[in-house]
């Protein structure tokens, strides 16, 4: 009867016993620090803070609730066509949890300083460009500006088109030097529209009635009926305009913006900078009472 072979059996040596015992420790000690971690940093209930970020109000069948850090304070800077130097500064705020969208005009020759610059907005922006003009606009009201963007006349035409332009009702005749429309109610494609906004009448402050026009374009066109047209609008919008507002930005902030569409509470507000110009009206101090207004505006107490 044959007999079976076995092969004669290695010892392990000091130093292989030695890693298989320091393997499984270093093991045995990382298993306990992740749960000691997880039981220590966990918030109530056993959910990190991610899966209490994605949790659930729809599953509750609640609608998303929209909360401050949804919120995003941004400057665009407006450019004619073929020109270098902005015309127009415009703050501006999306604020879903309060249902509302706050536009604040900066005139171009504001006093602010960026870098230990002092000076105006327009020569700030020509010192080191859009950088330059959202720290002056930081500076100026000491609070946060978190993106930018900057766009010329020829993309200002596309996004009102974009949008279906403004329906507007003129009591009388509108003419201008540039523009001429009949009293009544007409629908003004972007290229009417940039030419109306930029052609005040004689009586109104010329950034007060462009912003009250593009108040009234975002509250028309920016409604429930939006909503399945987002990406489409988003998409045109990278296209046309410079800035650092990301797709990430808008991601994470989906719900947020259709929260604020579907809203029958949705506003625009808009807030003049009042304050004092030299005799020359080259340079514009803000005041103090506007900038304290603008300041609780852009950088409210959080609120969850």
Not at 84 to 112: K, N, Q
Not at 181 to 198: F, I, K, Q, R, S
Not at 218 to 228: F, H
Request: glycine share 6%; hydrophobic share 40%.
């Amino acid at each position: 009867m044959p007999v079976p072979y076995h092969p004669p059996k290695k010892e392990a040596s000091p130093v292989q016993i030695f890693l298989v015992s320091f393997a499984v420790s270093l093991v045995v000690l990382l298993a306990a620090v992740f749960f000691i971690m997880q039981a220590v940093f966990a918030p109530p209930g056993g959910q990190t803070a991610a899966e209490e970020d994605t949790q659930p109000a729809e599953e509750a069948g609640l609608p998303y609730q929209p909360s401050s850090r949804d919120a995003l304070n941004v400057l665009v800077i407006e450019k004619k066509e073929g020109e270098t130097v902005p015309f127009a500064y415009t703050l501006c705020r999306f604020d879903p949890a309060d249902e509302r969208i706050v536009l604040a005009a900066i005139p171009p020759e504001t006093i602010s300083q960026a870098d230990g610059k002092i000076g105006t907005f327009g020569e700030l922006y020509a010192f080191a460009g859009s950088r330059n003009a959202v720290l002056a606009a930081q500076n100026l009201i000491d609070c946060g500006v978190d993106r930018y963007v900057e766009l010329d006349s020829d993309a200002a035409v596309a996004l009102a088109d974009m949008l279906g332009g403004l329906e507007y009702h003129f009591d009388e005749g509108y003419e201008t030097e540039r523009v001429s429309v009949p009293a009544g109610t007409h629908l003004l494609n972007g290229a009417l529209l940039w030419e109306v906004a930029n052609s005040p009448p004689e009586d109104q402050n010329p950034e007060s009635w462009r912003l009250e026009l593009a108040g009234e374009l975002l509250m028309q066109r920016l409604d429930a009926s939006a909503e399945s047209r987002l990406d489409f609008f988003l998409e045109t919008f990278w296209e046309e305009v410079k800035t650092d507002i990301s797709r990430f930005d808008y991601t994470t902030r989906q719900k947020a913006i259709a929260s604020f569409l579907r809203s029958e509470n949705r506003r625009v507000e808009i807030y003049p900078l009042s304050g004092n110009w030299n005799q020359s009206r080259t340079e514009f101090e803000a005041g103090s009472a506007a900038i304290e207004e603008l300041r609780g505006i852009f950088a409210p107490p959080l609120q969850e």
